[in-house]
């Protein structure tokens, strides 16, 4: 009896149906690598870099250090490595994008997904993550509830109260940006100096430092991003959760017509000489996929830029809030002059 070979015919069909099953799956480049600059540290940006690769199978080189990455992009040239440009804050961002180290890179996809008050008009940089600068008050400071707006910190009763890392620090200048873009320039040095007669000692540490000031009793008030709240408060050593226990979080600027909390942003860019052009573009785009979303809020307590994100109970304890709409470009472009009122005041 004659036997039928069959087998070529069915691994024929099966090597069409994985093609297809590949070009309908993924109509983009699979595999290469990105070069990534960033001055996120190492442990927030891990495990983005990990799903990414699993999902696009994508290797990704990071140069991790908090300063001097835009100098030596700029010194690199066209023979720089750097595809992308990570960055915490937007007066950082700005700075890349001054410097005409991005390239531009519309995506309807970034587009659709970002706010536009948190991107660059010229599609340089994107925000990914928000973050609020908000005021932690002592549990023990009484009248605490007087404090609703950031402009209630100049008032002189509470003098000798508050602490604060010092003013040209981005996150401050970005503040007092804020500041000056919603009350104009006069009345942001009338506030800045209000501020800094109040301060119980004079500038110092970094926002975590000021929460353990708090804790410790140098002060009862302090200036901080939202964020560092939610990792003392979770984190896993005992005096740190201490340092937050002592504190309540005021998110200033909530009142009906008020402006609303100070907005700052995690971001990045497309470098201007990128090699791997195709990969740095979908790593932008994975950025503001649910799962890479709900990795900033779960990760560093950061709010997403996308809606329908579930977020860590820290962050859904304190609910919606108000946010300050003003273009995030605005206040890098206003951060010149608050940083002339910030010297001026020696904050
Ligand atoms: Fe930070």
């Given at each position: 009896m004659s036997k039928t070979n069959y087998a070529p015919t069915v691994s024929l069909l099966l090597l069409t149906v994985f093609f297809i099953g590949m070009l309908l799956a993924s109509p983009r480049a699979i595999g290469g690598e990105i070069n990534i600059y960033s001055h996120r540290q190492p442990y927030l940006i891990e495990p983005f870099l990990k799903e990414f690769t699993k999902r696009t199978k994508i290797k990704t080189n990071v140069v991790f250090a908090s300063k001097g990455l835009a100098q030596r992009l700029q010194a690199e040239g066209e023979a720089s490595p750097a595809d992308l440009v990570l960055t915490v804050d937007i007066s950082r961002l700005k700075q890349y994008a001054d410097k005409g180290l991005f390239q531009p890179f519309v995506s309807t996809v970034l587009e659709s997904n970002?706010?536009?008050?948190?991107?660059?008009k010229d599609s340089t940089w994107y925000g990914f993550s928000k973050r609020s600068r908000v005021i932690a008050v002592s549990k023990?400071?009484?009248?605490?509830?007087?404090?609703?707006?950031?402009?209630?910190?100049?008032?002189?009763?509470?003098?000798?109260k508050i602490c604060s890392r010092p003013g040209s620090h981005v996150y401050n200048r970005a503040l007092l940006s804020s500041i000056i873009a919603a009350n104009g320039n006069e009345a942001a040095f009338a506030w800045a100096k209000g501020l800094v007669k109040n301060f119980a000692r004079s500038p110092r540490g970094n926002d975590r430092s000021q929460i353990k000031a708090i804790f410790s009793g140098e002060c009862a008030i302090a200036l901080v991003n939202h964020y560092y709240y939610g990792k003392l408060i979770n984190s896993e050593d005992p005096a740190h959760r201490k340092w937050a226990e002592s504190v309540d979080i005021i998110i200033p600027?909530?009142?009906?017509?008020d402006r609303g909390a100070h907005i700052n942003i995690s971001g990045g860019g497309i470098a201007k000489h990128a090699k791997n052009l195709e990969e740095a573009k979908q790593f932008m785009e994975f950025l503001v996929s649910k799962e890479a979303q709900k990795l900033y809020a779960s990760i560093n307590y950061e709010y997403p830029v996308i809606t329908g994100v579930d977020l860590p109970d820290t962050l859904t304890a304190w609910g919606n809030f108000r946010e300050?709409?003003?273009?995030?470009e605005t206040l890098a472009e206003l951060s010149g002059k608050a940083q002339k009122i910030i010297d001026k005041v020696t904050w």
């Open positions: 970002i706010p536009k008050n948190l991107r660059s023990s400071l009484k009248n605490s509830n007087e404090i609703t707006r950031f402009e209630d910190l100049t008032d002189a009763k509470w003098s000798g600027n909530q009142g009906p017509t300050d709409q003003v273009p995030i």
